[in-house]
T-cell receptor
Framework: GENVEQHPSTLSVQEGDSAVIKCTYS??????FPWYKQELGKRPQLIID?????GEKKDQRIAVTLNKTAKHFSLHITETQPEDSAVYFC??????????FGAGTRLTVKP | NAGVTQTPKFRILKIGQSMTLQCAQD?????MYWYRQDPGMGLKLIYY???????DKGEVPNGYNVSRSTTEDFPLRLELAAPSQTSVYFC????????????FGEGSWLTVV
């Protein structure tokens, strides 16, 4: 089955700096890659997603890039703010309804 | 819409006890899922359902059972609770499979002692 690895496990940045989180996946058939944000004690919520026919997608300060050849995708957050502090999860799905999640990255944005 | 509603939010079980986590969604989603999240880890799929009357195993189904008698409800049953089942459980739903936005419930914190 699909295996998703996520790095780094923790990331600390200064407010205003950029943050990058990277994920790799193993199943070349995977074609949908969402990113979820989970605040402490809360439910995961979708922040951005990308499909395999697109190389990059941007939504305000958040962008995701996908390299299908290398089987990796990344989340980029620019101009970070304290409210961006949370755990971020990447995931991959290949049409079989079994979405696999990475282990998560705890992002801390220091004011 | 209330979205995905889970109950109970917190529960302590003794080893060997049984319980059911309830989940309901009012978005008319066909697909529903149960995930578990261990401390500091990602979410692992326990079971999923593509519609009423249909269920299938995910990555970690052992020790659990599900049923889907209606589109709205997808309860998760723990028959003989074990300490390894201490986790946070999230129910979720989507309109048409895992390639669409998955909406999560608020989570159920379960401790088995």
């Amino acid at each position: 089955g699909e295996n998703v690895e996520q790095h780094p496990s923790t990331l600390s940045v200064q407010e205003g700096d950029s943050a990058v989180i990277k994920c790799t996946y193993s199943d070349s058939a995977s074609n949908y890659f969402p990113w979820y944000k989970q605040e402490l004690g809360k439910r995961p919520q979708l922040i951005i997603d990308i499909r395999s026919n697109v190389g990059e997608k941007k939504d305000q300060r958040i962008a995701v890039t996908l390299n299908k050849t290398a089987k990796h995708f990344s989340l980029h957050i620019t101009e970070t703010q304290p409210e961006d502090s949370a755990v971020y999860f990447c995931a991959a799905s290949n049409n079989n309804n079994d979405m696999r999640f990475g282990a998560g990255t705890r992002l801390t944005v220091k004011p | 819409n209330a979205g995905v509603t889970q109950t109970p939010k917190f529960r302590i079980l003794k080893i060997g006890q049984s319980m059911t986590l309830q989940c309901a969604q009012d978005m008319n989603h066909n697909y529903m899922y149960w995930y578990r999240q261990d401390p500091g880890m990602g979410l692992k799929l326990i079971y999923y359902s593509v519609g009423a009357g249909i269920t299938d195993k995910g990555e970690v189904p052992n020790g659990y059972n599900v049923s889907r008698s209606t589109t709205e409800d997808f309860p998760l049953r723990l028959e003989l609770a074990a300490p390894s089942q201490t986790s946070v459980y999230f129910c979720a739903s989507s309109f048409q499979g895992a390639e669409n936005t998955i909406y999560f419930g608020e989570g159920s914190w379960l401790t088995v002692v």
